[in-house]
């Protein structure tokens, strides 16, 4: 068989995954927070771009109406022409001078400016003195303050309660070591070894640091923790010290056992528990703590004066940007042939942001719309009446694909009458019904086993098996290990151990 070369023509089909495709699918899965971040680096980055600043209008919003697909102005479209065109300065360059940027400001405006300087001199007096904002008392930096964290508060008390040196050595290491919870994961042995002293006086240095504000810091041991916290409180005695050694029957809660091995009957059992709970198991945590970001919601869902959904976006939450067409045509002109393949470059990225954008926001009401369609009970009754949808539903409704719609719910929420709720909440698996009647929710069928277990009376504690019956009377087809996993999941304790808990504090 004789190998030779030669060329051949095919045909194919190939999904090629382009720069500008890969931003519009990421920009889908990003949260609220994160593509606001995401548009203020394209801000930075790309010249021709700008924040839309005029107000957003009011009632059904797409969230995309207010961001236009395209620049419409005629000053971009002639620029674009002119640089398609070829109709550059080759010797020109791209800086501008405030008078080209702010060409068309009016001279009252200017007047202002001026009158604010005025009046920022005649402020200057109030003062006492000549002094302007640019000085060091009134820097921004003076303005800001941080939180101090767990490391530099024990810091602090150890300059003041260690006066030897090398024990500010050894202490300042050991500090490095404490967690954000505030406890030391180190043996004592091993410290001494890195260190190259002896255990028993990295013993005797812990508990000094050990006497430190938050009490229960430089514990190893939550048993330790606890006991360092009850023994400021005076509350440590022989039976509180069992208790603290046998946390594993406290979370069991076999109160029978404890009050065997404390020696102490049920009412001085619940006093000592309960000045368990007043106890901190975590105590580095006061410190340092980061501010808790609050859910922003994306979409509002509102019952219409119909008795309809109107489903709308939360505008305040979709960035609005559009393309710079005055500094767009202003470059054209003195545009060199360098130059010219950079603005083609921004021109098409700036216009590719502002249309993602846009079908980004569309997308999310598509699917918001639909899945407002398909649980229409559960905004209208309750969790009960939460139906089993899955993401193909969703995507076959709307004529997407999973994928997409998997993109869109991904850390995007919905903030109705009965609370704000992740929009993959909706998304829950089916329980069969029993005499194959209409499938239950997995989330409706676990509100049922917790509004079961919360009616109980401590004469009439529900066993895993009575719960499946009651389910199976109520049409729910389900098997004593899901109601089990189920029940752990919401982290309600054993038939077992509710009995216990119910008959003492009957």
């Known amino acids: 068989m004789a190998v030779a070369q030669r060329l051949e023509l095919r045909q194919g089909q190939s999904l090629v995954m382009t720069p500008q495709l890969q931003q519009a699918i990421k920009l889908l899965q990003l949260s609220n927070i994160e593509l606001n971040a995401f548009v203020e680096q394209e801000l930075e980055r790309n010249p021709l771009l700008e924040r839309d ?6 009632g059904g919003d797409t969230g995309g109406e207010d961001t236009p697909a395209t620049p419409a102005s005629e000053e971009v479209l002639a620029a674009d022409a002119k640089m398609s065109d070829g109709e550059v300065s080759a010797d020109s360059t791209l800086d501008a001078d405030l008078s080209n940027v702010y060409g068309e400001d009016s001279r009252a405006e200017l007047v202002g400016v ?7 001199g005649a402020w200057a007096n109030v003062r006492g003195g000549g002094g302007s904002f640019d000085d060091s008392e009134f820097g921004l930096e003076n303005t800001l303050t941080q939180e101090r964290t767990l490391r530099e ?12 040196t090398r024990q500010r050595l050894i202490g300042a290491y050991i500090i490095d070591l404490v967690d954000e919870a505030g406890y030391l994961r180190t043996d004592s042995d091993v410290i001494a070894e890195r ?5 028993a006086e990295i013993e005797s240095l812990i508990a000094v640091l050990q006497s430190f504000e938050p009490t229960g810091v430089f514990a190893r041991t939550l048993a330790e923790c606890l006991a360092l916290q009850l023994k400021e409180r005076d509350r440590l005695d022989p039976a509180m010290a069992i208790l603290v050694q046998h946390l594993e029957l406290v979370a069991r809660r076999d109160h029978a056992q404890l009050m065997r091995l404390c020696g102490v009957d049920s009412e001085d059992l619940t006093e000592m528990l ?6 901190n198991p975590k105590p580095g945590l006061i410190f340092g703590s980061e501010v808790v970001q609050p859910v922003i919601p994306d979409v509002f869902v509102r019952e219409g004066p119909d008795g309809a959904w109107i489903i709308e976006l939360n505008t305040e939450t979709l960035p609005r940007v559009l393309v710079n067409g005055r500094y767009l045509a202003q470059v054209s002109k003195s545009a060199s042939r360098e130059d010219k393949t950079y603005i083609t470059e921004c021109l098409n990225n700036a216009n590719w942001l502002v249309k993602s954008l846009d079908q980004r926001a569309r997308t999310i009401l598509k699917v918001s719309t639909e899945i407002v369609r398909q649980q229409d009970a559960f905004f209208a009754h309750g969790i009960q009446h939460l139906r089993p949808l899955n993401l193909r539903t969703i995507a076959d409704a709307i004529s997407m694909h999973e994928s997409t719609v998997s ?3 991904a850390n995007k929420y919905l903030a109705t009458s009965r609370g704000v709720f992740e929009l993959k909440y909706f998304f829950t698996s089916s329980i069969a019904a029993v005499e194959g009647g209409e499938a239950h929710s997995a989330a409706a069928v676990r509100h049922r086993i917790k509004t079961l277990i919360d009616a109980e009376t401590a004469d009439s504690v529900l066993s895993d098996d009575r719960i499946v019956e009651l389910l199976r009377e109520a049409g729910i087809d389900i098997a004593r290990r899901t109601v089990a996993k189920y029940r752990e999941a919401m982290r309600i304790p054993s038939s077992v151990q509710r009995r216990r808990t119910k008959s003492l504090s009957a």
């Not at 309960?274 to 106890?279: F, I, K, N, T, V």
């Open 53 to 58: 600043e005029s107000p957003s209008r009011d």
């Open 114 to 120: 001026q009158g604010l300087e005025s009046e920022a």
């Open 153 to 164: 508060h024990l810091t602090e008390q150890m300059q003041v309660a260690l006066k030897d």
């Open 195 to 199: 260190l190259g002293c002896e255990a």
């Open 274 to 279: 309960s000045d368990l709970r007043r106890c």
């Open 407 to 409: 993109r869109v719910t």
